[in-house]
């Protein structure tokens, strides 16, 4: 494998106020980028067939992409998984463990407005769909913030609580607001998980750290030539700077290369 990519989403639905904006992508962008992946030359594949590829260092598809969704909201199944279905875009979710049908309480707490989260039974219900169900922890704390017996309950009993709620093993996590560092990437594989998501940006490749995974941001104000920029630099932010450096390159390699 070269270099794959994992694209993180959070809510998928008309931004309720400016704030979440960014962490909302529109249904209509969102089947804009989904029909993107699949039409052209790209390989989405489930995350758990990546970390695969990762460990083994066997050989994925070249374009290889993953699809993740952070904190479980109910918005998911009426806006994303549609679009999933019909273009065959395997997705993985990662739900709050402590916080299934409830809110997204720790958002709103910075002034966002209140969505509603998947339950066990909606994740059940998607988990029958296709996707997979990973961790975002038990209360959506950044672990690093966490004490020792704390970390253990975020990392370990969400693992359980999860995996009780939807029938299944839950081996993928996700670190709430990306916070991690040795200590939390520690926990999380004594936890029994075999990867976990970072919010670093950048691609995956043999030498990735795999529970410090790197993936792309897509915002709610992202451009569809934004997105394609976005997966071909393997950047959240793709500037001027980086094109013209791009194609400056591109130049250079064909006089001399
Ligand atoms: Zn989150």
Known sequence: MSRALILMYHAIDTPRSATEARYCVTPAAFREQMAYLSYAGLNPIPLSQ????????????????????????????RNALPVLTEFRIPATLFAVAGKLGHT??????????????????????????????????????????TSDSDLMKETLDARHILSEAIGTDVTLFAY???????????????????????TESGFNGHHADLFALRRI???????????????????NRVTRVDLTRYYLNRIATRFHG
């Open 176 to 198: 709430p607001n990306g916070a991690q560092g040795e200590r939390e990437r520690r926990a999380v594989a004594n936890a029994g998980f075999v990867a976990a998501c970072s």
């Open 217 to 235: 941001d897509v915002y709610g104000s992202d451009t569809l030539s934004n997105f394609r920029r976005k997966l071909q630099f393997g950047a």
């Open 104 to 145: 997204n309480s720790w958002m709103q707490a910075k002034g966002w407005p209140e969505r509603r989260l998947m339950d066990a039974g909606d994740l059940r219900a998607v988990q029958a769909d296709g996707v997979t169900i990973g961790c975002h922890a038990l209360s959506h704390t950044p672990l690093t913030t």
């Open 50 to 77: 990546l970390v695969d590829s990762l460990k083994s260092e066997k050989v994925t598809p070249q374009n290889s992409v993953a699809v993740t969704f952070d904190d479980g909201f109910e918005c998911f199944q």
